[in-house]
Nanobody
Framework: QVQLVESGGGLVQPGGSLKVSCVAS????????MGWFRQAPGKEREFVAA????????YYGDSVKGRFTISRDNGKNTLYLQMNSLNPEDTSVYYC???????????????????WGQGTQVTVAS
């Protein structure tokens, strides 16, 4: 069993930056795919970014490419999402996810992930 806990959300002005973190406990996440998704009220869960199980490959959703950066520290069992140039459309609850058998072709699909955090709210407003 894996427990994921996100932190670092909050209120930020348009154009600002924010870094959210996800700490995992229960087992090492080395060899697991890790991802960030977000969901705003009334909308479907949206892929944000992911880190492959092996090889250190990263993937981004089109709406965040060039602005967000995903990183992981396996020694600390922690996943990060650095968000720059934030705009109001980025307002959402951000969820961390981990998956054992996520393959590259499915890395953007939230149903492929086994464990989820409770989410952290990010609000972009002036």
């Amino acid at each position: 069993q894996v427990q994921l806990v996100e932190s670092g959300g909050g209120l930020v002005q348009p154009g600002g930056s924010l870094k959210v973190s996800c700490v995992a406990s229960g087992r090492s996440l080395s060899g697991y795919a890790m991802g960030w998704f977000r969901q705003a009220p009334g909308k479907e869960r949206e892929f944000v970014a992911a880190y492959s199980r092996t090889g250190g490959y990263t993937y981004y959703g089109d709406s965040v490419k060039g602005r967000f950066t995903i990183s992981r520290d396996n020694g600390k069992n922690t996943l990060y999402l650095q968000m720059n140039s934030l705009n109001p459309e980025d307002t959402s609850v951000y969820y961390c996810a981990a998956g054992r058998g996520v393959i590259t072709s499915s890395i953007r699909h939230h149903l492929q992930y086994d464990w989820w955090g409770q989410g952290t709210q990010v609000t972009v407003a002036s």
